[in-house]
């Protein structure tokens, strides 16, 4: 249980409701922060501005996904207010509360650093990485289906990197009858795609093994589909970049050459928001449990 | 090879241009009625009206899959003129010459009675309807992600029915993780379902069995989801009616209860037309083939 733990969540989207039932379940007492057009009563939260926050109770600091804007701004959809944490609520905090964030930038980071704050990246963790290539492999799958005329079974289909997001990507399509080949560079990678009864290639003949695909899924952040990689590529193949801003792919030439590309970062609270936010509940009931009973 | 043989193909959509495709590759000589829009030229096919065609010569007719209406007339996504196939017509055919559509009403089966017309409807031919399972689940799939806020991986899921469509169906939301249980009625079906490592339940015990699912995916032609079923639903459960009009729920009484339920049938031609008119064309090519040299 996390009774006595002061929990201030700021900001965010529906995917902070599964976190605040969760965190009211486990009995925190929870500070929710832009927060004024949610109706949902829950047990041990109450709703504060940041001005009202009993800083030097707060033992943890929720913020949403996407972290906080260059310009020191914090998002939430449930308010319309401008939500501005400052260096001196950080500060005024005992040494041991802890921020949790899905990315930060060199703002926050820097914010956090001079209030002596540790800082929890959670898009960064394994766990949180493999449980969101679910909906982000069924958000694939949906674009595909929208996108294409053709079913997916039988499609050939290119993923290129067996990371978190690629393994799933691949056994998904794999699971729905395409003909699915995956690109990686590592030998151990080459031989878990065999072993998964998938066909690999490696990823120096990227531009070959794309040129008779419908559908190539990419998750390497780095410039994998170049121009010289498009322009050998059939004219109705269809293109989801999954990887991280700015992606892997020449958009500019793409589209020049008329071939449809998307890039799609964030499909887990686009297409399952509820089990986006449970994922993210969980973990960081977890870690707060963990942090509350070391 | 269908050298020499005369059809005539009079309206339709996006999935008339693969069966064109693949008749004018095996030979075929091909009347196009109601595509003047038509851009794409085929070897073989030459655009004419209803009374330019040389019905004496004419060995096949190929409607889409909708039919005729009740009016008598045909239409076309490719052409803006009003299409209407008369008695005289197909009164002009030779003895052996076959109408093949997707459904038949009663007007068009007794005016192809009247000129002893033999008729083929495709979407009642097994192999047609089990192929268009295919994209049928994917469209399913594709609402499924859509039209809820949780993963298709670990939903609970209920399917009405092992025919054709519904097979399909709880094959590929079992291959996408999600816990799936099938309804039956028959003894041989609730042992194939148990085969393929699904939940069997009888159809007795439907109300019962919906209580805890997240989805419901209805494949029975018949008042299946009654309100006394929908009555004891959860409030979040999705239900898709994929059943032929009227379908299997009680629609009035779901939006009563603030239900999301949809009806679609049709999928294919939606979700996959290319694949779908490619199912169409290599059905209707061996038909023709067998009906050339019997």
């Not at 898009?123 to 909906?135: F, G, H, L, T």
């Not at 070959?208 to 590529?233: H, R």
């Not at 990887?243 to 887990?268: I, Q, T």
Request: glycine share 8%; charged share 20%; hydrophobic share 45%.
């Amino acid at each position: 249980m996390l009774t006595g733990i002061h929990v201030v969540m700021i900001g965010g989207d529906a995917r902070q409701l599964e976190i605040i039932r969760k965190l009211s379940t486990l009995d925190a007492k929870i500070s929710l922060v832009g927060f004024t057009q949610l109706d949902d009563g829950f047990i041990g939260a109450s709703k504060q501005d940041l001005d009202e926050v009993m800083w030097e109770s707060v033992d943890a600091i929720l913020l949403p996904i996407g972290g906080m804007s260059t310009e020191g701004t914090i998002n939430s959809v449930f308010s319309n207010k401008t939500l501005a944490l400052e260096a001196n609520h950080l500060k005024a905090t005992p040494d041991h509360c802890t921020i949790y964030t899905g990315i930060a930038n060199d703002r926050l980071k820097r914010m956090a650093e001079q209030a002596n704050c540790d800082t929890v990246l959670l898009m960064e963790r394994d766990d949180v990485a493999i449980y969101n290539s679910i909906p982000t492999a069924e958000g694939a799958v949906m674009l595909a289906i929208q996108h294409t005329d053709i079913t997916i079974h039988q499609a050939k289909i290119a993923v290129l990197g067996l990371g978190r997001v690629g393994m799933t990507v691949a056994r998904t399509f794999q699971a729905l009858g395409a003909k699915v080949k995956v690109g990686a560079r590592d030998s151990h990678l080459l031989a878990r795609i065999t072993e998964m009864g998938l066909t690999p290639f490696h990823t120096d003949d990227t531009k070959k093994e794309l040129t008779d695909v419908d559908l190539c899924i990419n998750t390497i952040p780095a410039k994998v589909l170049t121009s010289s990689v498009l322009a050998e590529m059939q004219q109705h193949a269809f293109i989801l970049d999954l990887a991280s801003k700015p992606g892997g792919v020449d958009f500019a030439y793409s589209e020049k050459r008329g071939l449809k590309a998307m890039l799609v970062p964030g499909l887990p609270g686009m297409v399952a928001p509820k089990t986006a936010g449970k994922i993210l509940a969980n973990v960081l009931a977890d870690l707060l449990l963990e942090q509350a009973q070391p």
